[in-house]
């Protein structure tokens, strides 16, 4: 009787150490299947931020190239040529207004694109698994030793 105790220690080690292993890949392939679904998640919302940023962009142009050709448009029915002096200076005036508010919304589009961003520190436990593996493993073989 006393020499079946070390091979039921062995056995139940080894069903002890495969459960474990099962356990951990079980981990690992939910980790991945998360982690595939974040991503594909996470491009679905970059790619509609971007879509968003392209219009608001297109809208913004038109709404400049609107308000320049009507402002050319009065200068020059008032006898002033739009590209001297201070009809210059006002056209590109509402350039600079637009290239500002062109750089505002790039900051913002930048903001929101990171704060969506995962942390790369994200763990799946899988290392606290297989050590667990590796200590259930040698007290059965401190066990068996003994």
């Known amino acids: ?33 998360q982690a595939a679904a974040a991503q594909q998640q996470e491009a679905a919302r970059q ?25 050319r448009a009065r200068l020059a029915a008032s006898g002033v040529s739009p590209d001297e002096g201070s009809a210059a200076a006002l056209t590109a005036g509402l350039e600079r207004d637009a290239a500002a508010a062109q750089s505002d919304s790039d900051q913002v589009f930048a903001a929101r694109l990171s704060a969506g961003r995962r942390s790369l ?6 290392l ?19």
């Open 1 to 33: 009787m006393a020499q079946l105790a070390p091979i039921a220690t062995a056995l139940g080690a080894g069903a002890s150490l495969y459960s474990t292993v099962r356990q951990a890949q079980t981990q690992s392939s939910n980790a991945r299947a």
């Open 47 to 71: 790619q509609q931020l971007a879509a968003q940023q392209a219009a608001e962009t297109r809208a913004r142009e038109a709404r400049l190239a609107g308000t320049t050709a009507a402002a």
């Open 121 to 126: 520190l994200n763990n799946d436990g899988s």
């Open 128 to 146: 606290t698994t297989w050590l667990r593996a590796g200590s259930s493993f040698g007290n059965s073989l401190r066990n068996l030793l003994d």
